[in-house]
């Protein structure tokens, strides 16, 4: 079965300080595209980072950076100098092209972030 | 201004009422899905459409309907909506796999099922 799995359903990190949050995931693909969303109160899904699987190389968005481990299958999500507005919830996720040609988005289960002033 | 829309925003009914939700997108993807949010569960795809005229299940689609009659307009339609469907729903879209492109998505429908 295909699975994103978020071992941290919350966090918390001080404002300036910098957070980490996990994610690994199951697939047998070896072409796939790696994601992490935002949905902070206001339920909007706001896309932070994506990562192809192919790139050996990290995706870096300003303060937010990745830790893409293709062999371990980990897809971590560092987030540097926290700011208050980063409270969120962070949701993982991969999107595959399956047999018959169409794509999936597989989603893990979130990890509620706390910023703290 | 690219984006996805839906309505309504807000929908409270009764078990057994027929309702549709809407979904819109002026980016001229070929891909459209909806998704169902639930505390603990992330989100769930019930449906998606590859192009004009061709959908397919996702994981939830139980209990679900949906058309693709216009490339923009992607409508998810329950037709005896029950309890447990109470739920956030997202309709995304994005160009096919391929490009490095990501999912758009609106700004979610909260349904509740009395």
């Known amino acids: 079965a295909q699975t994103v799995t978020q071992s941290q359903p919350e966090m918390s990190v001080q404002e300036a300080e910098t957070v980490t949050l996990s994610c690994t995931y199951d697939?047998?693909?070896?072409?796939?595209?790696l994601f992490w969303y935002k949905q902070p109160p206001s339920r909007q899904m706001i896309l932070v980072i994506r990562q192809e699987a192919y790139k050996q190389q990290n995706a870096t968005e300003n303060r937010f950076s990745v830790n893409f481990q293709k062999a371990a299958k980990s897809f971590s999500l560092k987030i540097s100098d926290s700011q208050l507005g980063d409270a969120a919830m962070y949701f993982c996720?991969?999107?595959?092209?399956?047999?018959?040609?169409?794509?999936?988005?597989?989603f893990g289960k979130g990890t509620k972030l706390t910023v703290n002033p | 201004e690219a984006q996805v829309t839906q309505n309504p925003r807000y929908l409270i009914t009764v078990t057994g009422k027929k309702l549709t939700v809407t979904c819109s997108q002026n980016m001229n993807h070929e891909y459209m899905s909806w998704y169902r949010q639930d505390p603990g569960l992330g989100l769930r795809q019930i449906y998606y459409s590859m192009n004009v005229e061709v959908t397919d299940k996702g994981d939830v689609p139980e209990g679900y309907k949906v058309s693709r009659k216009e490339k923009r307009n992607f409508p998810l339609i329950l037709e005896s909506p029950s309890p447990n469907q109470t739920s956030l729903y997202f309709c995304a879209s994005s160009f096919l796999l391929g490009s490095t492109d990501t999912q758009y998505f609106g700004p979610g429908t909260r349904l509740t099922v009395l």
């Open positions: 996720a991969y999107r595959i092209l399956t047999q018959g040609g169409s794509e999936k988005l597989v």
């Open positions: 697939t047998s693909e070896s072409d796939y595209y």
